[in-house]
């Protein structure tokens, strides 16, 4: 029985794929979630110049997922690429870069400076629902503009070749429309999707948002079908490979993923429901379905909900 | 988690820099575990359980955070989220050591009133730079735990770092394990002692926490989590940790020397 599936010329040993912002904060963290099973894992995502996020509360489970506003907290590039090379030379899997800027033209940077890591792929976030773009692009979110999504994706084509997977926003209706543009642009994959919402809790005893941003994106069980919806419609439209995202949290989860269309599957809040140790048994769970319904490979069972 | 919300019963002050809050509420928690203290609109941070029933935190005064806790009066609210992270074990042990140094003496007098009630003798060493800087001396006093207190220019106790104390009492006593709390330049002194006088030894670290369940990657300390792994950590754990006693990330997640 064979697991292993490939994106945009890359081998992954098993198609869990650690999401970026999870864990991703230090190659030494990468490399134990490496050893705990995943078949790639992704770097918190960085920009051009450190950045602290937002004030606590940044981050809770409110009963039925998490809600979290870190607010992209990062070192900057500068320290990101000696994390990078570090995770990339002792991780023994595929590392993939996650990075953001406030244009297309810091996009294009981030990224290439990232590629002097050599990792196996560059993701760009277009799509945090707690941080909005530069103001002279209007301080919207650049997932919900398909022209937007297109120029960010051709500026970094035009300075990178690591092949790069675009992160959209599943809180559009045009989804389908802006995955289409990545691809169009050159995108080698997509990956589907950031987190949801924004959302907001409140505490009744003080009548507050609990989170300092007030809202947040929602990840974890709450969203799956949600997300399994998106990575359907994503997976209609484009034929480049999909990292399937969002609320996987077992090995059926991430069935539902690769049947809906996904190549990959990105694994995030699981972390917190289920340990680190969540990639090693999503691998396993996946054998033992693949083992009782007789399939051999992911490709025979990828996409069958499509038809 | 969601946050709960109570009233602080009772402020002590304990130096000019440290305060006892103890609150009208009681929380199931470990020895080590800590809370995460909120201020709607301010911040959020981790503050170890110093007492359970009632919950009490004992908090230095160190930026906006600590201050704003410290214009609280009898009488208001505080929230809080917890407790998180693992905390200190204590299984197939006798006698043992705690050597607490500034506040981190706040989470060991947790665990010496648990330790006694597992009968389990504790002796406890505090450090601290001078007389005045010592906190806690009474709560101690009033659990009879036999307590060395050591000061770095001896207007109290003994006169040298409570690792210099530590190693004496290991000298003299065989304690069957070492639990500390404090500077970790300090902890890492410490652990060497243990380690030649063949003690194992607990540690408490601190790092930059953010979400407190593991998941955000902020508090790693090479590739601990330091907020769930942790914050306590069996010194052999700790042995070939690159970032253990040199090196702890900010908020950015960029690194400093400690
Ligand atoms: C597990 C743990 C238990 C703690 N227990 C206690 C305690 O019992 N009593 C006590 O007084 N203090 C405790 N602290 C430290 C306390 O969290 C900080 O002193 C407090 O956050 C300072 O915030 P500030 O805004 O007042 O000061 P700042 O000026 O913001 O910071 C002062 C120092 O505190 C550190 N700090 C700031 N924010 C955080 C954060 N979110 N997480 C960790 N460290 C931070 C900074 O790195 C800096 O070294 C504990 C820390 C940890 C990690
Ligand atoms: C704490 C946290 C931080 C995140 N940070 C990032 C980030 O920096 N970049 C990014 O593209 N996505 C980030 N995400 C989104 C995740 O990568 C993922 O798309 C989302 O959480 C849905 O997957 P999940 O349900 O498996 O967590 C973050 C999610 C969480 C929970």
Redesign the pocket.
Known sequence: MDVSTTIAGVSLRNPTVL????LGTSADLLCRVAKCGAGAVTS??CSLEARDGHPNPT?LDWGEG?I?A?G?SNPGVEEEVKELKKAVGKSGVPVFA?VFGKSPEEFAEVAARVAEAKPALV?L?V??PNVSSDSRLGGKIFAFDAKLVAKITDAVKNRVSTPISV?LSPNTPDLKEIAQAAEDAGADAITA???FGPGMVIDVETGKPILSNRVG?V??PA?KPL?VKCVYDVCSVVEVPVIG????TNGRDAVEMIMAGATAV?????VYYRGISVFARIDAEIKVFMDSHGYESLADFRAIAQQ | MLPRRAKIKEIINDNGRVKTFVLDCSIIAKPGQYVMVWLPGIDEKPISVSRADPLTLTVANRGPFTSRLFDLKVNDFMSFRGPFGNGFALRTVKNILLVGGGYGVAPLRFLAETALQKNIRPTMIMGAKTASDVILEEAFSELKVKTIIATDDGSKGVKGTCVDAAREAMEKEKFNAVYSCGPEKMMAALAHECAKHGVRCQLSLERYIK?GIG??GQCCCDGLRVCHDGPVFDARVLKGVEDFGRLARGPSGASHAL
């Open positions: 999401a970026a912002g999870i918190k995502s981050m998490l979290n870190i992209l996650s993701e976030n799509s945090c992160k999707c950031n987190s994106g990840s974890g969203v997300a995202t969002g609320g996987v990105g694994v995030g809040s699981a | 979400c998941v955000c």
